[in-house]
């Protein structure tokens, strides 16, 4: 992985030089602080693509909006969001991990990013914290939430806690772009699996999640998990149950490739509007 780091070190600069039509990307860090589970140049100059597209398309403005991102990590939806907030708008980015918000805070110019630590506690990512949940973010000041990969770490209670702070901080008619890993029974069934040894056998025992987390009789977590935070999937009861407790309601709604059937990304993605007034 050392001589990865080196060659990546010399690419990224090269690479600056021949970008023209896609400035943002640009701010994509090196290897050493491209973290949550994605590690490759390409892996995130795609997966940022892929989210700045559903922004475009599912935000009211395409420039001038007001951005809260939930798990920001190292900034990946940060440079997603770097057009749509161009101008007069507001990306701020919330984490649990003190040294992620360090990077951003040094890395990503202000304005119009911002990152703030949440002391939240989580189980599998911040273990010694135990303060406020509550986001920092004023009340309907946000024109879009976004979370990519939280709610596969939330457990029961965080998540439908973390919903509800993503109504408070939305504008009426704003939306929240989330993952997630949603139960709907079009996950493949390892047994019937007749690709053994192959990356899809792998994967589909990978991410088979047949054991409750902790006692709710809606949220799963896999075998391998030592705490259900590492990987946590909802079934549609759980889905259902937050959107009426929040009274949000589902705008798009995106199949993930984890189901090994075509997607535009791995996890689902739930595209969620708060009701107009």
Known sequence: ?????????????????????????????DAANRRGGKKSYAEWAHVIGIFQTLMFVHCEKTWGNNIVDLGCGTGILAIAAD???????RYVGLDVNTKDIAFCSQHYPLPPFEFLHLSAHNA?????QSGQKIWPIDDESADLV?????????????????????????????????????LDGKTPDPLNDDETGSYHSTAKKLWQFERQAYD????F???WADVPEKAIAFNESGLKRMLGETGLTISARYDGCWKENPGIFFQDILVLEKKRQ
């Open 146 to 182: 976004t979370a990519l990969s939280v709610w596969t770490h939330l457990n029961e209670s965080d998540a439908i806690f973390n919903l509800h702070e993503t109504v408070r901080v939305l504008r009426p008619g704003g939306k929240a772009i989330i993952t997630a890993f949603i």
């Open 1 to 29: 992985m050392d001589n990865y780091d080196t060659l990546d070190e010399q690419y990224i600069a090269l690479d600056r030089e021949q970008v023209r039509r896609t400035k943002n990307i640009k701010l994509i860090p």
């Open 221 to 223: 977590t896999t075998d």
């Open 124 to 128: 599998a990512y911040s273990t010694e």
């Open 216 to 219: 709710s009789a809606d949220w």
């Open 83 to 89: 057009p749509l907030v161009s101008r007069s708008g």
